[in-house]
């Protein structure tokens, strides 16, 4: 198994180490048996914390990514500690969090060069859903593990200390302020519902979890 994700010609091992640890990532996934490097995620109780690296399309249109496997840090020398310390730096130094429709508008803007919401719509919008995920919004659901400070200003906003936490896909968390109606069963039906609705299925697992700041 070779390194095939990595297409940069590199004069020396030392280059190449360098490149190889500046895209890894810790992101979250349902246990698998693939050989991958993984560790329990205590955080999140029925996933997986992996690790993977993240690059850029050759076009630079968009990104993409690989598991990375024990052979991979064998093959440059990079003990699997060391790649862990360094997945965890480059993912907590990354952290997003925002509110949803400021997010939507993001987007909107980015594809269609116009806001999806008015200014005045945002700001008289009473109860608020949050994204969590990375800088680039991509392979992002790990940035949750790591958000706790970010999370404080944002509940500070939001003026609640306790959330529900989505793990809507491999790329993001969806957070609710809770508000202590429902319970968390109730949650996953929604969110089953609305894969159902929807067509999409990308969630991570079939739960969702409590946060509390």
Excluded at 157 to 176: C, G
Aim: charged share 25%.
């Amino acid at each position: 198994m070779g390194l095939k994700f990595i297409t940069k010609e590199f004069q020396t091992i030392e280059q190449l180490r360098e490149e190889f640890l500046g895209m890894l990532r810790v992101n979250l996934r349902k246990p698998e048996e693939d050989g991958a490097v993984t560790r329990e995620c205590e955080m999140f109780p029925g996933l997986e914390e992996y690790i993977i690296s993240v690059r850029e399309t050759p076009d630079g249109g968009s990104y993409m990514n690989a598991l990375v496997f024990p052979v991979h840090l064998e093959a440059i020398g990079i003990n699997t500690a060391d790649a862990w310390e360094t997945a965890v730096k480059n993912t907590s130094g990354a952290v997003r969090i925002d509110e949803l429709h400021a997010a939507m508008n993001e987007l909107a803007m980015d594809l269609y060069g116009a806001p999806v919401f008015t200014p005045e719509e945002l700001e008289n919008d009473g109860f608020s859903l949050y994204i969590v995920t990375n800088e680039i919004h991509f392979a992002g659901a790990g940035a949750i593990l790591y958000c706790k400070e970010l999370l404080k200003d944002v509940s500070k906003d939001a003026r609640t200390s306790r959330w529900i936490a989505y793990p809507s896909s491999p790329h993001e968390w969806i957070l609710e302020p809770d508000i202590g109606m429902g319970s968390l069963e109730d949650r996953v039906s929604i969110m089953l519902g609305v894969d159902r609705e929807t067509g999409q299925d990308n969630r991570l697992i079939d739960k969702v979890y409590y946060l509390t700041v």
